[in-house]
């Protein structure tokens, strides 16, 4: 039984062996040589195949900082008239309550109504407190096992939600995994006065409308209560033998009470706080009959230096470099557009915005802002990375060239990435990014023993073509085998087998596939780089000065 098992192996091995050294390394070594032979056109093909593919990137594929896959929780944010009470309010939510319930089993685990509250941690600094304010809260089942994503269950929730009648103001926010980010369109609106902001925010907003796959534009400009202003006229106080702070004392003890005397109670001290009786605290006509003594003892009526008028104050003040500020906020269909291209689009009406709101001032925020410094740390990692790869190449072959040439691997795994996300159609993504720079440090392996191998040859005398040939062909099997388990191990991640975490799909995939056609271009392209820099090597040394003897 075991001679069974080993002749069968031995077979299977020794067809292997056969298909390889007889169909697999003849096929490669014969496009090889015309790699080669063909250098300077395969050098002109990969330039243009490289700069192709940064332009596809450019133009042909969105760039989403954290794309919102795999999201698992969303809220529906509403705002009622100002007068309404938590009770009432509570009442409004019930329609868009019913409408929750009716959503499917295997999409819905449960919602949360919170009502006088809207945020989304502890530390959201968008927090809104105040009977008019509240959030549902929807906990989806998780993404691999409902047919619906959440923006397709959003969409669907969208008209019959918005229709509900009752309420100012609704809107949907997803809660998308990985770090916290701003929202995809944050625009901050500066000036002086709220009198200049508020139509540049009236046009902004109607920009953003125009802009398709741009949803639940808001701003933060939210109006607090119905208010009384007391406005004291100075001249009228001060012949009566008033002042501003003294009718401030007298309004703010009728309202709030202050302390007359006190009682004690055994060991206890009991305040007694003297104010208007409550019924009278309730109506406004009791400030216009408030009577305020003056410095001689005589009751001055308040309506007789003073005008009470009603107003609605602002819920808060928002302040950015020294100016008031309101910020106009979106949310965006990632199928439609991208928060780069939406804040793009509006950036292009800046030159209008900035001629007809001269003192207003637009500042970009949010994913927008997120993304330039993302992209920024993210550059300075990738360059770091390659000096530090360069570094220790020039030590380990003692020259500069070799290192500079190892490192277009580098492109030809980018190349690899772009189309692997293109053909997949994935957007690139920090974490995509990420993979790149992952990437540079792997990819790099195969082609510094190719180089290895090639000084090892000609120290032994092989000349030039023959040492790339024979390094070729000696490191074709080691090569493969490693991206081939590299690859098989790295895949699976990327297509969820096993497991699906979204999360982190792109670095997966940019890892596999980058290195897979990463090395297939290398086998090919590589050792023509290498010719190249032989020949370049050769044309030095003719024109080099002969020292005298």
């Known amino acids: 039984m075991q001679d069974e098992k080993t002749g069968f192996w031995a077979r299977v091995t020794g067809t292997t062996r056969s298909w390889w050294d007889t169909s697999v390394v003849p096929f490669y070594m014969r496009w090889l040589k015309v790699s080669v032979e063909k250098r300077y056109w395969v050098a002109g093909l990969l330039l243009v195949l490289f700069v192709g593919t940064i332009g596809l990137a450019a133009k042909g594929m969105r760039f989403i900082l954290f794309p919102p896959e795999g999201v698992e929780v969303f809220f529906i944010r509403t705002q009622a008239p100002t007068a309404t009470s938590l009770e009432k309010h509570a009442q409004l939510l019930k329609p868009i309550e019913d409408i929750l319930a009716?959503?499917?089993?295997?999409?819905?685990?449960?919602?949360?109504?919170?009502?006088?509250?809207?945020?989304?941690?502890?530390?959201?600094?968008n927090t809104k407190r105040g009977p008019e304010y509240a959030q549902i809260a929807v906990y989806l089942t998780p993404e691999r096992s409902r047919d619906r994503i959440a923006s397709e269950i959003i969409d669907a929730l969208r008209p019959e939600v918005t229709a509900t009648p009752g309420f100012t103001k609704i809107t949907f926010n997803r809660l998308n995994p990985g770090p916290p980010t701003g929202k995809p369109v944050s625009l901050g609106v500066r000036a002086k006065d709220y009198d200049e902001i508020l139509p540049a925010v009236s046009e902004l907003k109607k920009i953003l409308t125009d802009i398709k796959g741009v949803t639940d534009i808001n701003d933060s400009y939210a109006m607090g209560k119905e208010e009384l202003r007391i406005n004291v006229n100075s001249r009228e106080a001060a012949s009566s033998g008033l002042s501003v702070a003294s009718v401030g004392n007298t309004v703010r003890a009728a309202y709030e009470g202050i302390v007359a005397t006190s009682i004690r109670e055994l060991d206890e001290e009991i305040d007694v706080r003297v104010s208007l009786p409550k019924a009278d605290r309730t109506r406004a006509s009791s400030l216009d009959?408030?009577?305020?003594?003056?410095?001689?003892?005589?009751?001055?009526?308040l309506s007789s230096v003073a005008k009470v008028t009603k107003t609605q104050g602002l819920l808060a003040y928002e302040h950015e470099a020294h100016q008031r500020e309101v910020k106009v906020t979106a949310e965006v269909d990632t199928k439609e557009i991208s928060a780069v291209v939406a804040n793009n689009k509006v950036r292009e009406f800046l030159p209008e915005l900035r001629k007809k709101f001269p003192g207003v001032g637009i500042d970009f925020g949010g994913e927008d802002e997120d993304t330039a410094e993302s992209m920024a740390s993210l550059l300075r990692a990738f360059v770091i990375a390659l000096i530090g790869i360069f570094l220790i190449l020039v030590m380990t072959f003692k020259s500069i060239l070799q290192p500079m040439v190892v490192?277009?691997?580098?492109?030809?795994?980018?190349?690899?990435?772009?189309?692997?996300?293109?053909?997949?159609?994935?957007p690139l993504s920090f974490m995509g990014m990420l993979g790149i720079i992952a990437l540079s440090g792997v990819i790099v392996n195969n082609a510094i023993v190719f180089v290895d191998f090639v000084n090892q040859a000609r120290t032994e005398g092989v000349d030039r073509f023959a040492s790339i040939y024979q390094a070729a062909e000696r490191r074709l099997r080691p090569i493969f085998l490693t991206t081939v388990t590299t690859v098989i191990g790295i895949l699976p991640t990327a297509y969820g087998l096993g497991g699906l975490d979204k999360f982190v799909v792109p670095i997966a995939m940019a890892l596999g596939w980058g290195l897979g056609f990463g090395s297939i271009l290398t086998a090919f392209v590589f050792p023509a780089a290498l010719a190249i820099l032989d020949d370049l090597a050769a044309w030095g040394k003719r024109f080099r000065p002969r020292t005298q003897p």
Do not use: C, S, Y
């Not at 009716?102 to 600094?125: A, C, I, R, S």
């Not at 408030?290 to 009526?301: D, E, F, H, S, Y």
């Open 407 to 426: 490192l277009i691997t580098v492109p030809l795994g980018i190349i690899a990435v772009i189309w692997a996300f293109f053909l997949h159609g994935m």
């Open 289 to 301: 009959e408030l009577l305020i003594p003056n410095a001689t003892g005589q009751l001055v009526r």
């Open 102 to 125: 009716k959503l499917p089993k295997q999409e819905v685990e449960n919602f949360t109504t919170t009502v006088g509250l809207v945020q989304q941690d502890p530390n959201d600094p």
